[in-house]
């Protein structure tokens, strides 16, 4: 059974910083998964954040978080980070990690096969 546990969601001040944490098992070889941040913010629709890739496959940030999110991943762990920086506002949501089979990073929700039950991120004015 494969389950992808997050953690480190939190309140925050406005251009304060948070470090989510996604650990993944049951997954037969996290190497072969993308694995990826979405969010979501009440009355909105999930969407993508950051997606960190199988080797070779690369990293890729939505352009709202470039520059101030930074995804990395632990193989040894099957762990992947998401360190937010400069928080804002509008960063608010809960944030979910996911698991998408997959030699190339995708964007969309829909191709992802496994997710976690999100934390939430609150960022105060």
């Known amino acids: 059974q494969v389950q992808l546990e997050e953690s480190g969601g939190g309140l925050v001040q406005a251009g304060g910083s948070l470090r989510l944490s996604c650990t993944a098992s049951g997954l037969t070889s996290f190497t072969n998964y993308v694995m990826g941040w979405f969010r979501q913010a009440p009355g909105k629709e999930r969407e993508f954040v950051a997606a960190y890739g199988r080797i070779g496959a690369g990293i890729y940030y939505a352009d709202s978080v470039k520059g101030r999110f930074t995804i990395s991943g632990d193989n040894a762990k099957k762990t992947v980070y998401l360190q937010m920086n400069s928080l804002k506002p509008e960063d608010t949501a809960v944030y979910y990690c996911?698991?998408?089979?997959?030699?190339?990073?995708?964007?969309?929700?829909?191709?992802?096969?496994?997710w976690g039950q999100g934390t939430q991120v609150t960022v105060s004015s």
């Open positions: 996911a698991a998408d089979y997959s030699v190339v990073i995708r964007t969309s929700s829909s191709t992802y096969d496994y």
